[in-house]
Protein backbone atom coordinates (compact mmCIF):
# COMPACT_ATOMS: atom_id res chain seq x y z
CA UNK A 1 0.00 0.00 0.00
CA UNK A 2 2.67 2.01 0.67
CA UNK A 3 3.63 5.74 2.89
CA UNK A 4 0.37 7.81 2.84
CA UNK A 5 2.56 10.85 3.42
CA UNK A 6 4.69 10.20 0.49
CA UNK A 7 1.81 9.56 -2.10
CA UNK A 8 -0.59 12.57 -0.49
CA UNK A 9 -3.66 12.81 0.44
CA UNK A 10 -6.92 11.43 -1.38
CA UNK A 11 -8.41 14.03 -3.68
CA UNK A 12 -11.58 13.66 -1.58
CA UNK A 13 -9.59 15.14 1.12
CA UNK A 14 -8.98 18.63 2.05
CA UNK A 15 -7.40 20.47 4.80
CA UNK A 16 -7.37 16.36 6.79
CA UNK A 17 -11.08 16.36 6.55
CA UNK A 18 -13.39 13.93 4.33
CA UNK A 19 -15.76 14.75 1.73
CA UNK A 20 -18.96 15.17 2.95
CA UNK A 21 -21.10 15.00 0.08
CA UNK A 22 -22.06 15.87 -3.73
CA UNK A 23 -21.29 19.45 -3.48
CA UNK A 24 -17.32 18.39 -3.06
CA UNK A 25 -16.66 20.97 -0.14
CA UNK A 26 -15.58 19.81 3.11
CA UNK A 27 -17.45 20.95 6.58
CA UNK A 28 -14.45 22.92 6.59
CA UNK A 29 -14.88 24.65 3.99
CA UNK A 30 -18.40 25.40 4.06
CA UNK A 31 -18.19 26.79 7.73
CA UNK A 32 -15.23 29.52 6.47
CA UNK A 33 -17.42 30.23 3.68
CA UNK A 34 -20.40 30.67 6.00
CA UNK A 35 -18.28 32.75 8.53
CA UNK A 36 -17.24 34.66 5.64
CA UNK A 37 -20.72 34.97 4.32
CA UNK A 38 -22.25 35.74 7.61
CA UNK A 39 -19.38 38.86 8.09
CA UNK A 40 -19.85 40.45 5.07
CA UNK A 41 -23.50 40.96 4.67
CA UNK A 42 -25.27 37.23 5.84
CA UNK A 43 -25.98 38.77 9.14
CA UNK A 44 -27.75 41.72 7.88
CA UNK A 45 -29.39 40.13 4.68
CA UNK A 46 -30.68 37.54 7.44
CA UNK A 47 -32.17 40.43 9.84
CA UNK A 48 -34.25 42.22 6.46
CA UNK A 49 -35.77 38.68 6.03
CA UNK A 50 -36.42 38.20 10.09
CA UNK A 51 -37.58 42.02 10.18
CA UNK A 52 -39.78 41.76 6.80
CA UNK A 53 -41.13 38.88 8.49
CA UNK A 54 -41.88 40.18 11.38
CA UNK A 55 -43.92 42.82 9.86
CA UNK A 56 -45.90 40.27 7.73
CA UNK A 57 -47.26 38.95 11.06
CA UNK A 58 -47.89 42.52 12.49
CA UNK A 59 -50.42 43.07 9.49
CA UNK A 60 -52.21 39.84 9.98
CA UNK A 61 -52.82 39.43 6.58
CA UNK A 62 -49.44 38.49 5.85
CA UNK A 63 -49.85 35.72 8.04
CA UNK A 64 -49.21 33.27 5.40
CA UNK A 65 -45.76 34.82 4.01
CA UNK A 66 -44.31 34.99 7.81
CA UNK A 67 -42.92 32.16 8.46
CA UNK A 68 -41.63 31.62 4.87
CA UNK A 69 -39.83 34.74 5.37
CA UNK A 70 -38.22 32.89 8.47
CA UNK A 71 -37.25 30.08 6.46
CA UNK A 72 -35.42 32.76 4.38
CA UNK A 73 -33.89 34.43 7.17
CA UNK A 74 -32.78 31.10 8.99
CA UNK A 75 -30.89 30.75 5.15
CA UNK A 76 -29.41 34.15 4.86
CA UNK A 77 -27.36 33.42 7.86
CA UNK A 78 -25.65 30.35 7.26
CA UNK A 79 -26.40 29.49 3.34
CA UNK A 80 -23.72 27.28 3.24
CA UNK A 81 -23.99 23.01 3.22
CA UNK A 82 -27.87 23.71 3.27
CA UNK A 83 -30.36 23.70 -0.39
CA UNK A 84 -33.62 25.13 -1.26
CA UNK A 85 -36.48 22.31 -2.43
CA UNK A 86 -39.84 21.89 -3.05
CA UNK A 87 -41.93 20.62 -0.10
CA UNK A 88 -44.09 18.57 -2.80
CA UNK A 89 -40.64 16.81 -3.85
CA UNK A 90 -39.98 16.03 -0.36
CA UNK A 91 -43.15 13.99 -0.45
CA UNK A 92 -44.78 16.71 1.67
CA UNK A 93 -48.77 17.56 1.00
CA UNK A 94 -50.03 20.89 2.68
CA UNK A 95 -51.83 24.18 1.68
CA UNK A 96 -48.53 25.60 0.55
CA UNK A 97 -47.75 22.96 -2.22
CA UNK A 98 -51.33 23.03 -4.03
CA UNK A 99 -52.91 25.85 -5.62
CA UNK A 100 -53.35 27.72 -2.81
CA UNK A 101 -49.29 27.91 -2.61
CA UNK A 102 -49.81 29.10 -6.58
CA UNK A 103 -51.86 32.17 -5.62
CA UNK A 104 -49.94 33.07 -2.45
CA UNK A 105 -46.29 32.80 -4.44
CA UNK A 106 -48.84 34.92 -6.94
CA UNK A 107 -49.34 37.35 -4.78
CA UNK A 108 -46.16 37.23 -3.13
CA UNK A 109 -44.62 37.98 -6.41
CA UNK A 110 -46.43 40.80 -7.32
CA UNK A 111 -46.31 43.04 -3.96
CA UNK A 112 -42.84 42.04 -2.68
CA UNK A 113 -40.97 39.19 -4.99
CA UNK A 114 -39.85 40.81 -7.70
CA UNK A 115 -38.04 43.61 -5.71
CA UNK A 116 -36.87 41.35 -3.14
CA UNK A 117 -35.07 39.41 -5.84
CA UNK A 118 -33.70 42.12 -7.67
CA UNK A 119 -31.87 43.41 -5.31
CA UNK A 120 -30.14 40.07 -4.46
CA UNK A 121 -29.32 39.93 -8.33
CA UNK A 122 -27.47 43.34 -8.22
CA UNK A 123 -25.82 41.99 -5.16
CA UNK A 124 -24.59 38.57 -7.24
CA UNK A 125 -23.52 40.87 -10.02
CA UNK A 126 -21.20 42.76 -8.05
CA UNK A 127 -20.17 40.04 -6.24
CA UNK A 128 -19.12 38.12 -9.66
CA UNK A 129 -17.31 41.26 -10.98
CA UNK A 130 -14.94 40.50 -8.33
CA UNK A 131 -14.17 36.47 -8.78
CA UNK A 132 -13.28 35.64 -4.96
CA UNK A 133 -17.23 36.50 -4.56
CA UNK A 134 -18.51 33.97 -7.14
CA UNK A 135 -19.29 31.16 -4.29
CA UNK A 136 -20.70 34.90 -2.65
CA UNK A 137 -22.79 35.50 -5.84
CA UNK A 138 -24.16 32.03 -6.22
CA UNK A 139 -25.87 31.94 -3.17
CA UNK A 140 -27.45 34.94 -3.63
CA UNK A 141 -28.47 34.06 -7.10
CA UNK A 142 -30.33 31.04 -4.72
CA UNK A 143 -31.79 33.88 -2.35
CA UNK A 144 -33.53 35.36 -5.86
CA UNK A 145 -34.91 32.99 -6.91
CA UNK A 146 -36.66 31.78 -3.62
CA UNK A 147 -37.84 35.44 -3.06
CA UNK A 148 -40.06 35.17 -5.88
CA UNK A 149 -41.93 32.42 -4.95
CA UNK A 150 -41.06 31.28 -1.33
CA UNK A 151 -44.71 29.05 -0.32
CA UNK A 152 -44.35 25.58 -0.51
CA UNK A 153 -40.33 25.95 -0.27
CA UNK A 154 -38.17 24.66 2.59
CA UNK A 155 -34.29 24.46 3.35
CA UNK A 156 -32.42 21.35 4.06
CA UNK A 157 -29.05 20.78 5.12
CA UNK A 158 -27.35 18.94 2.14
CA UNK A 159 -27.22 15.35 1.83
Known amino acids: MGNRLSSGPPSSYLWGVPDSGATGTTPVVRLILNILWFIFGGWLSGLLWLLGGAILALTIVGLPWTFAAWRIASYSFWPFGREVVWRDEL ?8 PLGLVLNIIWFIFAGWYIALSHLLIAVAE ?7 PFALKDLELAKLALAPIGRTIRDKP
Open 128 to 134: FITIIGI
Open 91 to 98: GEQDAGTG
